[in-house]
């Protein structure tokens, strides 16, 4: 009896101990857990900016018509945004400007999830492809093609409210110079004037009249041409 009453102290104690231990292990537990299941909002971040829509790239529609395309995220969708010019229609004449948008759902995807790098480069290839259809015909989809089994609405379609075209005139041509017109009033020099054709009055007269009237004879003949200059 004498011993139970000496040792009994010290078992309640050792028994109290090892409560306290057994309750303060089961906290830092507990803490560790809560630590695990909140992420840290700098590493959500991070995994958020892996699905942001940042492709953006260049294509031609001819070889004077050059485009130019980026993604934005639109609420749950994507928009892909289209501009297109053609300097040289601002001089020759014809479509200047090409503006338009596409949109669609690229996240029911898993391509778009797991290789979002990949995914924008294969959207790039699809509108080179496109070429003249770009902007223009709302059936042809721009898919990629890691994407060939997702939904339809996965893939960008164009809006074709959104398409808007600019052109102009080209600048006006040089005026040419007028060829000179012939004169219709111009003499002609080779046609013999009305002088070259008076007879030799002295001639005439020397031949029809005999000598003493060859001097009046003269000068009657000049009076009868007298006209002809």
């Known amino acids: 009896m004498l011993l139970l009453r000496t040792f009994a102290p010290w078992l309640l104690l050792a028994f109290i101990g090892r409560q306290v231990s057994l309750s303060s292990g089961a906290r830092h537990k507990n803490r560790g857990a809560d630590k695990a299941v909140t992420p840290a909002p700098g590493r959500a971040q991070r995994s958020g900016d892996k699905t942001a829509a940042n492709g953006r790239g260049k294509f031609s529609i001819d070889e004077e018509m050059q485009c130019t395309w980026g993604a934005q995220d639109v609420a749950d969708a994507v928009m892909l945004t289209v501009k297109c010019e053609n300097r040289q229609a601002r001089i020759k004449g014809g479509v200047t400007d090409l503006q338009c948008e596409y949109n669609g ?43 060939k089994r997702a939904p339809r609405d996965a893939h960008f379609k164009l809006d074709i409210f959104s398409s808007v075209a600019s052109a102009q005139s080209g600048e006006p041509e040089s005026a040419r110079p007028l060829q000179p017109r012939a004169n219709s009033t111009t003499v002609d020099t080779a046609r013999p004037t009305a ?17 003493s009237w060859v001097s009046l004879c003269s000068f009657f003949f000049s009076i009868l041409q007298n006209d002809d200059c």
């Open 105 to 147: 759902k690229p996240q029911r995807c898993p391509g778009y999830q797991s290789d979002p790098k990949g995914f924008w480069k294969q959207v790039g290839r699809a509108f080179k492809r496109l070429r003249s259809k770009a902007c223009r015909d709302d059936l042809a989809l721009v898919k990629a093609t890691m994407c």
């Open 195 to 211: 002088c070259t054709r008076r007879a030799d009055h002295q001639k005439k007269a020397e031949e029809h009249c005999s000598g």
